[in-house]
């Protein structure tokens, strides 16, 4: 009979660490910056079918790279989860801290076990606030540790150049308009330090906007809605971040 091979546990753990880093590099970047009235995503994602920014619950928004498959699978459990917490006891107790968990457990879990590759995926759970002090924003690797991040990051393929970038430019109480444009900015560098071009359809939008008068927070930012923003010269910006106009739709 052979000897089996052995493998120390440090070795494996690295093995799949690398792994799971490789799958999520191989995808495009999103990015999550605070603004004044709330918090908005951006991914560059050109497909209108698959998205890689979701609404989760009443003021809680998820974003992720990575495999889709693998990703919204964890996006549907994080709505079941939602929904029966607020089912069964209150809708305040539903919160981005506690989804975070709920993932980093199932992460943490698949990610240690033997009978199973890691998921290659990485996430963003955000919750907006009643003001900028009180939202929350968290980074869940494909390991299941949980970063809690502030005014901005980034997660996907080139998300330590983007991150750097944000880090250098991003401050408080930016414009919707601001945000925007800083985000796409910082999505168009690439790995060689040099910058692509990027156009509103190359983009999927979405904020949490804690003036929106409805319950839930979340609304997408499409078509002409999108352009005017990437367009502003920032002198006027948008206050009123997604007050229901016509090119924005709730999900």
């Known amino acids: 009979m052979s000897t089996p091979f052995y493998v120390s546990p ?9 792994y799971a880093r490789k799958g999520i590099a191989r995808g495009r970047s999103v990015v999550v910056l605070q603004y004044a009235d709330g ?3 951006v991914a560059e994602n050109p497909s209108r079918a698959l998205h890689k920014v979701s609404e989760i619950y009443d003021r809680i928004a998820f974003a992720a ?7 919204e699978n964890l996006r549907i459990g994080g709505v079941r989860y939602a929904d029966l917490r607020g089912y069964t006891y209150a809708r305040t107790d539903v919160t981005a801290r ?3 968990n709920v993932y980093a457990q199932t992460l943490g879990t698949i990610f240690s076990s033997a009978a199973e590759k890691p998921y290659e995926v990485e996430l963003i759970v955000a919750e907006v606030g009643e003001g900028p002090e009180d939202d929350q924003i968290y980074r869940l690797p ?15 393929g080139n998300s330590d150049q983007i991150g750097s970038y944000l880090d250098q430019r991003h401050r ?16 168009s560098r690439d790995s060689n330090g040099g910058e692509r071009t990027l156009t509103a359809d190359q983009l999927e939008v979405a904020v949490l ?3 929106r008068p409805q319950r839930r927070k979340f609304q997408r930012v499409l078509g002409s809605r999108l352009s005017r923003l990437l367009e502003e ?3 006027s910006g948008e206050s009123s971040g997604a007050s229901g106009a016509p090119d924005g739709s709730g999900e």
């Open 10 to 18: 440090q070795q494996a753990m690295a093995d799949r660490a690398e």
């Open 39 to 41: 918090i908005v995503f």
């Open 65 to 71: 790279v990575g495999k889709y498959n693998e990703f």
């Open 98 to 100: 506690g989804l975070a």
């Open 142 to 156: 494909h390991d299941g540790s949980i970063v809690d991040e502030h005014g901005s990051v980034a997660v996907g």
């Open 172 to 187: 408080d109480g930016m414009t919707l308009s601001e945000a925007l444009k800083l985000a796409m900015e910082s999505l």
């Open 209 to 211: 906007d804690r003036t």
């Open 233 to 235: 010269d920032g002198a």
